[in-house]
């Protein structure tokens, strides 16, 4: 079982950049797809960024892209998501969730979700 704690939310204005962390023990990430995902109230859950499992392919949202760059650093087992110019919009808890290889998000790890509040 992975554990992940995410970390690094804030208040920022627009313009403004943030790095979120997601820590995993339990078992190493480095082989297994790790993804974050957001959700700003009264809205589902949205993919945002993802290294799949298998490869070091990063992909994005059609709305962070451009602006949110994914890492990761094998010897932290940590996942990374940076995140530039910062819109009012990206308002949301941000999650980041573990697969196994093969397996779907929904199956993954979840972490408990960091606060990241963007002000106009």
């Known amino acids: 079982q992975v554990h992940l704690v995410e970390s690094g939310g804030g208040l920022v204005q627009a313009g403004g950049s943030l790095r979120l962390s997601c820590a995993a023990s339990?078992?190493?990430?480095?082989?297994?797809?790790v993804g974050w995902f957001r959700q700003a109230p009264g809205k589902e859950r949205e993919f945002v960024a993802a290294f799949t499992w298998g490869n070091e392919n990063t992909y994005y949202g059609d709305s962070v892209k451009g602006r949110f760059a994914i890492s990761r650093d094998n010897a932290k087992n940590t996942v990374y998501l940076e995140m530039n110019n910062l819109k009012p919009e990206d308002t949301a808890v941000y999650y980041c969730?573990?697969?196994?290889?093969?397996?779907?998000?929904?199956?993954?790890?979840w972490g408990q979700g960091t606060q990241v509040t963007v002000s106009s």
């Open positions: 339990g078992r190493t990430v480095s082989s297994y797809g």
């Open positions: 969730c573990a697969a196994p290889p093969g397996s779907p998000w929904a199956s993954g790890s």
